[in-house]
């Protein structure tokens, strides 16, 4: 069998933009990535998802609370790469523009953050883990998302 790229897709809080970004890139790239990638892990695409080790984990979204924290730590322990894609995971924005919110407005959203137990303020994946590479862009930059991909695929050989 032929060798392939293990790759995973995680979301955090964010829109999810960037899923659809890459689902819609599937149109185009479908039957060359699937003899190229191993999709361990990817919800929007698949039932069963296996959590072990990745060649490159893609993460969309910024971190709200101590589990996204606890997921995106765990998630860095078990990839060789990390990629931020989109806004929210490179930058924390516009999910984290609520850390800006005047003080009047914090005080109206404090039931919400203290009841869904989240972060005062949100953070960007780099303030949590080390993040080897960012695709920028609310959604993602296409052209830079398919050049870091392929990026990795030549580095693991698969292409």
Same mark, same amino acid.
């Given at each position: +069998?032929?060798?392939? =790229?293990?790759?995973?897709?995680?979301?955090?809080?964010?829109?999810?933009? &960037?899923?659809?970004?890459?689902?819609?890139? %599937?149109? $185009?790239?479908?039957?060359?990535?699937?003899? @190229?990638?191993?999709?361990?892990?990817?919800?929007?695409?698949?039932?069963?998802? $296996?959590?072990?080790?990745?060649?490159?984990? %893609?993460?969309?979204?910024?971190?709200?609370?101590?589990?996204?924290?606890?997921? =995106?730590?765990?998630?860095?322990? *078990? $990839?060789?790469?990390?990629?931020?894609?989109?806004?929210?995971?490179?930058?924390?924005?516009?999910?984290? @523009?609520?850390?800006?919110?005047?003080?009047? %407005?914090?005080?109206?959203?404090?039931? /919400?953050? *203290?009841?869904?137990?989240?972060?005062?303020?949100?953070?960007?994946?780099?303030?949590?883990?080390?993040?080897?590479?960012?695709?920028?862009?609310?959604? +993602? &930059?296409?052209?830079? /998302? =398919? @050049? #870091? =991909?392929?990026?990795?695929?030549?580095? /693991?050989? #698969?292409?």
């Amino acid at each position: +069998m032929a060798k392939k =790229l293990r790759l995973g897709w995680f979301t955090l809080t964010c829109c999810e933009d &960037n899923a659809i970004m890459f689902v819609e890139l %599937l149109n $185009t790239h479908f039957f060359e990535w699937k003899k @190229q990638i191993d999709f361990r892990y990817c919800k929007f695409l698949k039932s069963k998802n $296996t959590f072990d080790e990745f060649d490159v984990a %893609l993460v969309e979204g910024a971190v709200s609370s101590e589990r996204e924290k606890k997921r =995106l730590l765990d998630i860095r322990s *078990k $990839t060789k790469y990390l990629v931020a894609v989109g806004s929210c995971a490179v930058n924390g924005r516009p999910s984290a @523009q609520r850390n800006d919110f005047a003080p009047e %407005l914090k005080k109206v959203i404090k039931p /919400f953050i *203290k009841k869904w137990k989240l972060y005062d303020n949100v953070l960007s994946a780099k303030d949590v883990v080390k993040v080897d590479e960012s695709v920028d862009g609310c959604p +993602m &930059n296409e052209e830079k /998302f =398919l @050049q #870091v =991909l392929d990026k990795y695929l030549v580095e /693991f050989k #698969v292409k």
